[in-house]
């Protein structure tokens, strides 16, 4: 059995706790390896280790930093296919989402390959006689990083690359489901030429994230995962002093209006719904068709679509569409939903339940599940599913499709199809969720943005990645400087010895 470690100072190294956590195959459900799970001296021990690192890193010129990207950026290309078989063989996503997991990764490494641009500060002259102004960004010191399973090289590529390439020391704490990418990409990073203790990959369960919210060295946390464990981190890092972002779970809507290109809208539910087994915060899982002609008119058409999809390993080519589920019990917790659903009335359209796939009976599997004439009041509406089920949720106006977005307790992401520019102006402008796609369905926003939901899917008050990741990773010194008259004042003429 593979036995998973931990990254410090520059090696893998075994845990010594004796406690593991199982990593399975969503495939096969069998164990393929187990992660040690850290003791509070083995992260006492990376902590302390990161804290002496950060000193000489954070001296380290910004642009030698940014060049530490440059080269990370390089060897993450050229391992593509090799990090992506990874976070397919313990997440179960197929190679191209996985290369494309990677991708969006890599993508804020890029960006933070500027990040002395970021990092300048701000200057006033003369705001006073002799007096100049000067305010320094100064990193944190040593930061964590807390993530989820269902990104496994995005999300701990969206904490480290800013929080090192702004001075910091991080130890990152990767999801124990899925935790060998991050410990690939860290020796990438030691190749690229980060110094060693600056990334510490301490694997491990909530007694990890508990010594890092309640550990005094540790300055700020950038957690990813759901909702209650965002909340809670959130308040434990707040009354420890800490700075704390931490985003959460989500129930993204889609509106299709009467005028929208129905084809093309459906063909954006199946992708956004169905797509990593709708294992993605930012999947939509909730079509709000407004007037009953359009609902009727987009259920014919995602029907079709929604029996073809091919379900499967992922290695089983790439024409595959989605694979299985994180683990057992979230396949019994998606299955339950889709059985509370039909307990509540909603109508099963397409029904995933008793998919199974010769050779993999024991994988995660859930076909994929179309819910019809849902209402605000049911279980398959009120929670994150977190699988391949899409329901829809009939609106009679605008108003009432909106309405829906506005008062569910999630504001992560959120799209409209339609043909009218004043109606999509006007979605923008008035909806309370935090990234809003227009006629697009997964509106995650490019790197030299940031990310980041309202309500219900995010505690704290900067984004993740782009320059909000700079205001957060760094602190702001504010320095008022006078030099008092020089020689110039008073001056004499006369040649004569100096006193
Ligand atoms: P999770 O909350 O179970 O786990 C996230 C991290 O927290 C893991 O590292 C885990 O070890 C740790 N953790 C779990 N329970 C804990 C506890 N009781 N105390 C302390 N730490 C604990 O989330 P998950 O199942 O890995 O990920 C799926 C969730 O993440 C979904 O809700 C999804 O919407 C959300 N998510 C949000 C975003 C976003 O940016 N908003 C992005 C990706 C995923």
Same mark, same amino acid.
């Given at each position: 059995? @593979? ?14 706790? &004796? ?9 096969? /459900? ?78 804020? +490494? ?108 540790? *300055?700020?946390?950038?957690?990813? &995962? ?44 199946? /992708?956004? &719904? ?45 024409? +595959?569409?989605?694979?299985? +589920? ?17 307990? *509540? ?12 796939? @010769? &050779?993999?009976?024991? /994988? ?27 329901? @829809? ?11 829906? +977005? ?27 969720? /935090? ?65």
């Amino acid at each position: 059995m @593979q036995e998973i470690g931990h990254w410090i100072n520059g090696k893998l190294v075994k845990g010594t706790s &004796g406690r593991f956590a199982e990593v399975f195959n969503p495939a096969t /459900g069998e164990v393929q390896a187990k992660v040690a799970l850290a003791s509070d001296a083995e992260l006492n021990h990376a902590i302390a280790e990161a804290a002496k690192a950060q000193v000489a890193w954070a001296a380290t010129n910004p642009q030698r930093r940014a060049r530490v990207m440059m080269a990370f950026g390089a060897l993450i290309n050229a391992n593509m296919d090799k990090l992506a078989e990874l976070v397919s063989r313990e997440h179960g996503k197929t190679l191209p989402d996985a290369r494309g997991d990677v991708q969006r990764g890599l993508e804020v +490494v890029e960006v933070c390959m500027g990040a002395p641009a970021m990092l300048k500060g701000e200057y006033m002259d003369s705001a006073g006689p002799g007096i100049d102004l000067y305010a320094m960004r100064q990193p944190l010191g040593v930061v964590a990083g807390i993530t989820p399973f269902n990104f496994p090289a995005m999300i701990p590529l969206w904490k480290m690359a800013p929080a090192l390439s702004a001075g910091n020391a991080m130890i990152l704490k990767p999801s124990e489901r899925v935790p060998s990418t991050s410990l690939l990409l860290a020796q990438l990073l030691q190749e690229a030429g980060l110094p060693d203790g600056v990334l510490q990959v301490v694997n491990g369960d909530k007694a990890v994230v508990d010594g890092l919210l309640d550990h005094p060295v540790i *300055q700020g946390i950038g957690f990813v &995962g759901s909702t209650p464990i965002a909340q809670y981190i959130y308040g434990r890092a707040a009354t420890n002093g800490k700075r704390a972002q931490c985003f959460g779970g989500a129930k993204n809507h889609m509106i299709i209006m009467p005028d929208a290109d129905l084809d093309k809208a459906a063909d954006a539910l199946v /992708g956004a &719904g169905f797509g990593a087994a709708g294992e993605r915060c930012m999947a939509i899982s909730v079509a709000v068709p407004v007037g009953e002609k359009t609902a009727d008119a987009l259920i014919e058409r995602l029907v079709p679509r929604i029996e073809k999809l091919k379900v499967g390993p992922y290695t089983a080519g790439e024409d +595959v569409d989605f694979g299985p +589920v994180i683990t057992k019990a979230s396949q019994d917790r998606i299955l339950g939903l889709i059985n509370s659903g039909v307990d *509540q009335g909603a109508k099963l359209v397409v029904d995933g339940r008793g998919f199974k796939l @010769q &050779g993999y009976e024991n /994988g995660f599997f859930v076909g994929p599940s179309l819910f019809d004439n849902v209402t605000a009041d049911m279980e398959i509406y009120k929670q994150e599913i977190f699988g391949p089920v899409l329901t @829809q949720v009939r609106a009679k106006t605008y108003d009432d499709a909106l309405k829906l +977005v506005m008062d569910n307790e999630y504001g992560n992401g959120t799209a409209i199809f339609t043909a009218d520019g004043d109606t999509a102006r006007d979605f923008a402008s008035r909806v309370n969720v /935090g990234m809003v796609g227009i006629n697009f369905p997964i509106p995650v926003p490019l790197s030299y943005f940031s990310f980041g939901g309202w309500k219900r899917s995010a505690f704290g008050d900067l984004n993740q990645y782009g320059p909000d990741a700079f205001r957060f990773y760094t602190k702001t010194k504010t320095v008022t400087a006078r030099w008092f008259s020089g020689i110039k004042e008073g001056a004499s003429l006369n040649f004569k010895a100096l006193d």
